[in-house]
């Protein structure tokens, strides 16, 4: 029943680690993004897919790598944790209304927590 | 850049006592300014979008209202289940580029 649903909720590993997030949603929205929500609650965007294609990469260090498989997946890797990428990872979607359009309605997941030590 | 400032920080109310926010925003074309509120733990959940000066929004005892620099989040009588973190974000981007506040903490007592 869940609208977006990411997994795992926590995740604690280890510098130089590397992991992977999933998300998936039930809408049939044709847009997933992934926000990064710091410990000052700053949401910040990072990637945005529409129909599987990339269409938003904010300034983010190589090290992340989003997939999407489908339209109503998109994961996030993580290659070579630091401990700044401790944070809550959410993801979104919207479904955009008509070419350049989009209603605001964002339906977020209930976030990650990823803790680096 | 687009940038989205929001006041208070945090904010203490006793159950009743009516309040505002402030969202002041900067963008080069708004088209778009949205409310979500978010509980601890939890993703933020949307309230209200406005697309342009003069409009106003409603929902229970949540009141939105938009001019060309600022939004106010408004609420009236609040009761201690509207505890949470208010957020504000605008879209100047087709794209769907949201630039978020980094939002008001507000804390109703009963």
């Known amino acids: 029943d869940t609208a977006v649903s990411q997994t795992p909720k926590y995740l604690v590993t280890q510098m130089g680690n590397d992991k992977s997030i999933k998300c998936e949603q039930n809408?049939?929205?044709?847009?997933m993004y992934w926000y990064k929500q710091d410990s000052k609650k700053f949401l910040k965007i990072m990637f945005s897919?529409?129909?599987?294609?990339?269409?938003i990469n904010e300034t983010v260090p190589n090290r992340f790598s989003p997939k999407s498989p489908d339209k109503a997946h998109l994961n996030l890797h993580i290659n070579s944790l630091e401990l700044g990428d401790s944070a809550v990872y959410f993801c979104?979607?919207?479904?955009?209304?008509?070419?350049?359009?989009?209603?605001?309605?964002?339906?977020f997941g209930e976030g990650s927590r990823l803790t680096v030590l | 850049e687009d940038q989205v400032t929001q006041s208070p920080e945090a904010l203490r109310l006793q159950e009743g006592e009516s309040s505002s926010l402030n969202c002041s925003y900067t963008?080069?074309?708004?088209?778009?300014l949205f409310w979500y509120r978010q509980d601890p733990g939890k993703g933020p959940e949307f309230l209200f979008t406005?697309?342009?000066a003069g409009e106003e929004k409603e929902k229970e005892r949540l009141k939105a209202t938009l001019t060309k620099k600022e939004s106010f989040l408004h609420i009236t009588a609040p009761k201690p289940e509207d505890s949470a973190t208010y957020l504000c974000?605008?879209?100047?981007?087709?794209?769907?580029?949201?630039?978020f506040g980094a939002g008001t903490q507000v804390v109703v007592t009963p």
């Open positions: 979104a979607s919207s479904q955009l209304e008509g070419f350049g359009a989009n209603t605001g309605e964002l339906f």
């Open positions: 963008v080069s074309g708004l088209r778009g």
């Open positions: 809408l049939g929205h044709d847009t």
């Open positions: 897919y529409n129909n599987k294609e990339l269409i």
């Open positions: 974000a605008v879209q100047s981007d087709s794209w769907g580029k949201f630039q």
């Open positions: 406005l697309y342009s």
